[in-house]
């Protein structure tokens, strides 16, 4: 496990002699990979260097897992067909904090730590293969380098020895590239040799043998385990992929993950490197591909999960430390939308923030509401003014970063009040603004009484569905208690108290209903200052109604005109049960669908999974009958050179 620094002074070398090395104690190098916080951040390092190395033709990155041929245990590979490392870069790469990349605008890399830092908080030893084409009129080259905590901790060294070794491609073969003296290459062939999981020169070289003419592989051995002593990175849990154990696990979001596919990305990428790795980079080059664990990781764009989007141009302005009012180049493109599972009210929502095509903040939570104000509202943006920490998981604290959190809050809450309406949640600011209420918005026979937490209120509406002189609408409402009522009718329910608030007794009348009201009046019945008042539906019971008796006289000439015909009410209630029995129906069916198509996908997935198996158990023979072939050459070869001796 990475802990504290043992040495032992068994073995102590006391001089480094030609040996490459960079004057730093060995503490550093556990305490500096503390910086990554993520095992998949460490790895995404990995991801970017392979991707800088595009501008030197690389197309592709493999990541994957090997067995140690020393214990068995597994070791991890990344490897990439880029420019490579030449002895001077070898040695520069291995070096902390040095990095040519900070010159260039287009590379991700530039802090010259990455490469140390993301391999010491994997494993406790790395050892890189490098291959250079002929360029400039120079010779290929292939070099081996190894930075071992292992061996700096076990020979007790108080620097950070890298041992390094170099070869020139010769036409008749490679010859040693020596820099100082031959007994000093051969000493740190020897380490390599010790303190790696190849033991002989030939099973050095023959790492080179998958790369073509150029390229790079890196293989981090002894990996970390966790509390409970397993390693903290799963091979075994998918085939596919390479997870993390641990609290970024959560069963209940794997689950969810399969029911909604479209936040499928938000519950895995924290434990899942193909699912991070996916939406790691904005845009991948062209042709660029990258394999994991020997299947294709598909790029994927996050806006592709989104509806109802909506794009924002934001243009920062320069804070104190840039010296600056405003940088009227560099702007950052948000787009915001909800995320197409948002109808189910699931708890996601983010800012995506991407830095030179980079993702530094997977949705990042900028609103923290109490309520679920904000949920399911994803923003995709790349904002390459801010400049991203050491580890690439966040950014530096500055006034410029502070004014984009700000600014990202106030576009989620204005995107949040004007469409949350249209995935099923209550947009009461509509209703605060005087907006008239939408048929969506209103409540039907079927949505009463209303959900826990709201008030139906009736307000006042356009006098147009009925020539009486007030009508009134049954609404949500959340800001207030008190029942208002309209202008012209004073009404409260008996349960608050037995008389309704008038402007004067002497000009009132009650109004006593024994029957539901809604907002279309059925019937009108006048006896003497008493108004009986019916209506079809089933809404909130108020028992008594006061209003000044003019308007009660006004009524009367209305009384004949509206009436409620029962047939027609018999006729609706038949057909709404009909209905009722089709939508069951239909449901049936798409249940039956539904379940014949996660059977044939259990099907394919098995044969696959067959497949795949049979492809690796062929792949294993092959591997193991030509290492059969390698060891009866070599075996001939040393009966050959018996027989001349």
């Not at 198509?597 to 193991?624: H, M, N, W």
Request: charged letters at 30%; hydrophobic letters at 35%; glycine letters at 6%.
């Amino acid at each position: 496990k990475a802990g504290d620094y043992e040495g032992n002074s068994i073995g102590q070398l006391h001089s480094a002699g030609g040996m490459d090395h960079v004057r730093v104690h060995p503490k550093f190098l556990h305490s500096n990979a503390t910086s990554h916080k993520w095992a998949l951040g460490a790895l995404a390092e990995l991801f970017d260097n392979a991707v800088d190395e595009v501008v030197n033709g690389a197309m592709l990155v493999n990541v994957d897992m090997i067995r140690n041929p020393q214990d068995g245990n597994p070791m991890l590979l990344i490897e990439d067909d880029g420019g490579g490392m030449s002895p001077d870069r070898m040695r520069q790469c291995m070096s902390l904090g040095y990095s040519v990349k900070s010159k260039s605008a287009n590379t991700i890399g530039q802090y010259g730590n990455g490469f140390k830092t993301s391999t010491m908080r994997l494993g406790a030893d790395v050892i890189v293969f490098s291959r250079t084409a002929p360029r400039d009129g120079c010779s290929p080259t292939e070099s081996i380098g190894i930075l071992s905590y292992t061996f700096l901790r076990d020979t007790g060294q108080e620097d950070i020895i890298v041992p390094m070794i170099d070869y020139e491609v010769r036409p008749f073969g490679l010859q040693k590239l020596v820099r100082s003296k031959v007994e000093d290459w051969d000493k740190n062939m020897e380490i390599i040799k010790q303190w790696s999981p190849y033991r002989t020169e030939t099973d050095l070289l023959n790492n080179f043998g998958g790369m073509k003419h150029q390229g790079t592989r890196i293989i981090i051995y002894n990996l970390w385990e966790d509390d409970q002593g397993e390693f903290e990175l799963d091979f075994d849990e998918d085939p596919c992929d390479i997870q993390v154990r641990g609290t970024n696990r959560d069963e209940k979001k794997i689950l969810m993950a399969k029911q909604y596919p479209n936040s499928r990305h938000f519950l895995t990428y924290r434990y899942s490197l193909r699912s991070y790795a996916s939406i790691l980079y904005l845009r991948l080059p062209n042709g660029f591909r990258m394999i994991l664990r020997g299947k294709e990781i598909e790029h994927h764009s996050l806006v592709k999960d989104l509806m109802i989007t909506q794009k924002i141009t934001y243009r920062p302005q320069g804070g104190p430390e840039q010296g600056q009012k405003e940088d009227t180049k560099m702007m950052a493109l948000v787009t915001i939308g909800f995320v197409k599972d948002a109808k189910e009210h699931i708890d996601i929502q983010g800012f995506n923030v991407y830095h030179k095509n980079r993702l530094i903040k997977p949705f990042w939570r900028i609103w923290n509401s109490s309520s679920c104000q904000g949920r399911g509202v994803i923003g995709v943006l790349e904002a390459n003014f801010v400049e991203p920490a050491h580890d690439k998981q966040g950014f530096e604290r500055t006034t410029v970063l502070a004014r984009l959190e700000a600014r990202l809050q106030k576009m989620q809450k204005a995107y949040w009040f004007r469409h949350c309406h249209k995935v099923g949640y209550y947009n009461y600011s509509m209703k605060k603004k005087g907006k008239p209420a939408s048929e969506e918005d209103s409540f039907s026979s079927d949505d009463w009484p209303p959900q826990e937490g709201y008030c139906a209120l009736p307000r006042r509406t356009k006098q147009e569905a009925l020539p009486f002189p007030f009508s009134l609408t049954f609404t949500r409402c959340l800001r207030s208690k008190r029942r208002r009522v309209p202008a012209r009718a004073y009404m409260t329910a008996k349960a608050t108290t037995k008389r309704a608030c008038v402007k004067s007794e002497r000009d009132a009348v009650v109004i006593s209903t024994n029957r539901p009201c809604t907002d279309r009046l059925g019937l009108c019945l006048i006896d003497g200052v008493n108004k009986q008042l019916e209506a079809v539906g089933n809404a909130q019971k108020f028992d008594n109604y006061v209003g000044p008796k003019d308007e009660v006289e006004n009524l009367l000439p209305y009384k004949a005109k509206v009436k409620v015909e029962p047939e027609s009410l018999s006729v609706e209630v038949e057909r709404s049960r009909q209905l009722k029995i089709l939508f069951v129906h239909v449901k049936q069916k798409e249940q039956a669908i539904q379940n014949s198509i996660e059977k044939v996908t259990k099907e394919r997935d098995s044969l696959r999974e067959q497949l795949e198996e049979e492809q690796r158990d062929g792949e294993a023979e092959e591997e193991e009958l030509r290492k059969k072939l390698k060891e009866t050459l070599l075996r001939v070869r040393e009966l050959e050179a018996e027989n001349h001796r």
